[in-house]
């Protein structure tokens, strides 16, 4: 985890590159810095590991001052992979890779083990790239080795710098693909500088939009396509980008977050009441913490008929289907569709019910998408 | 005195063939043989012990010039001027400032000669290294000290070698002055020579002295192909 704690820096020209930055980077997130150039992003990149040091402020690593630790040892726990490459060109693939290990004294056959692991981990033959020199790969394999090089050691941050910027956009999109799958693996928390918002969208769990020194957004990438703060922001994307379809909106994004509940205890009428307090077409059933299941409007008129209005709705057959937050709306309106619900329950990666996408709410939250300005003015006109 | 004497051997030497002179010269190579093996014993020293203390002096000059701004400039502007005092001069110079004649004074000024080529390769060589490799090493936490060690030396050194290279091989010609301030040498020969016109004499010197240089000068070649880092040749 990486923390900005105000941390401004001012070079000695006066320059003020980063303005009282605020930010939290998660054990284990991918966050992609970008903006124009001068905005900061790099310094603030750099100020890191600590290769620039903050006029004021302070940043915290795994929760300890970057300050009060050696700045070797703060880098030396640290990966970093820079748009230049920069392998060492009088060292072997092998020797690059054990940069970092050899600095901190590893054995030579602890070192030899982790370059050939490393190597296998990015479906490069050891045998054959061991010993080979820098100059005698392609720039996509160059930059593979220096990802392996910032790997080496096992770091808990990774800090890239433009790693891919210097790269042909064919090899560029194949490194994406394997630095995703790459993560998935190992898991550590990346810092990205790119001014590709191509870039950014396809591999950043959270993006950080910055300007002149400062924060403009930090959102996820569907975030920030779909609500730009500002005019800037929405310039940077680029129209071309902001028409995605509708239907690969994440679940969380729209769903509905007003979730009326009600005990198993509790009888159809009160359950109809709600309902109509809340303006909703359903409610979620559930005695404290258990989540026993939806109950929809249409259900409830069923019922209603079929048990009498006193009934309790625990002894109802409740509506268990449920979709991930983080699934897309399509996977949503397919098992809607699939098992005729007319509601489903939203579950965060807990297991935790966190909203609902209802039937009856489908065609405002597929206009609120794909005309966003227009269904805002009827949002108003509603309320 | 010079004038006429240099004045008198090209006279005599215009009525000679210069195959004549060849014929004489080695036969003064077969006569003189232990003179000519002490000369160019003197000779190698003439060049070994300055261009070696060069060595000490300006690699670690070199590399500070690197670090700090406040050596590189007086460092590499000393060397330079040095190095344009015209030999010869720089050669004499040694008397008045009370060094005397004799090897000594000749060390000294070859010492002075010798410097800059080093030092100026040293400088360019580290300096040079690639501001993104040196960025790299920094932010894998290397220290200063490693960095020199691991990165910047290793890639300097060919660079290094070919100052050493240059330097010496200059040396070599320039040790031949030393004889005018007692210094001997293969340059005794000609400086003999020229005084009692016997062009056999100054061939003794020029040309045990000329294939000195160029042999040095292809045996540093080989070292400084030798030290290239691998990486960087293929």
Known sequence: MVVFEDVTKIYDDETVAVDGLNLTVERGEFMVFIGPSGCGKTTTLQMINRLKEPTSGRILVNGEDTRDMKAVDLRRNMGYVIQEIALFPHMTVGQNISVVPDLLGWSQEEKLERARELLALVDLDPDVYMDRYPRELSGGQQQRIGVLRALAVDPDVLLMDEPFGGLDPLTRDQLHDELKILQDKVQKTIIFVTHDMDEALKLADRVTLMRDGKLVQVDSPEEILRNPNDEFVADFIGSERRLISPLDVLVREVMLEDIPKLGSDASLDDALSLMQEKKTDYIAVADGDDFKGMLSAHRLQELRLDTGPESSIGDAELITVTVDSRETMMTAVHRLAETEEHVLAVMNRKGKLVGAISRGWLPDILAKELWPKEAAGFETEES | ?234
Not at chain 2, 165 to 187: D, E, F, H, N
């Open chain 2, 1 to 234: 005195m010079l004038a006429q004497s240099l004045q008198s051997t090209i006279a005599l030497m215009a009525n000679r063939t210069f195959s004549e002179s060849l014929v004489r010269f080695f036969n003064l190579v077969n006569t003189r043989q232990d003179d000519l093996m002490r000369a160019l014993y003197e000779h190698v020293l003439l060049v070994a012990i300055p261009v070696g203390i060069a060595i000490l002096i300006a690699i670690p000059l070199g590399i500070l010039a690197t670090r700090y701004k406040a050596v590189e400039i007086p460092a590499l502007n000393l060397a330079s001027i040095g190095q344009t005092i015209p030999s010869l001069a720089l050669l004499a110079l040694m008397i008045p400032i009370g060094l005397g004649i004799g090897r000594r004074p000749a060390y000294i000024a070859l010492l002075i000669y010798a410097v800059l080529p080093i030092l100026r390769n040293t400088f360019t060589g580290i300096a040079g290294v690639d501001a993104s490799l040196k960025r790299a090493a920094r932010g894998m936490g290397m220290t200063d000290m490693q960095m020199l060690r691991k990165v910047e030396m290793p890639l300097a050194f060919p660079i290094i070698m070919a100052g050493i290279r240059t330097s010496t091989v200059m040396i070599i010609g320039t040790a031949v002055l030393a004889a005018y301030i007692g210094g001997g040498g293969l340059g005794s020969f000609i400086v003999t020579g020229l005084g009692l016109v016997r062009d056999d004499l100054i061939l003794l010197g020029a040309i045990p002295s000329a294939l000195l240089a160029i042999f040095t000068d292809l045996i540093l070649g080989r070292v400084e192909d030798w030290v290239t880092p691998r990486g960087l040749k293929v």
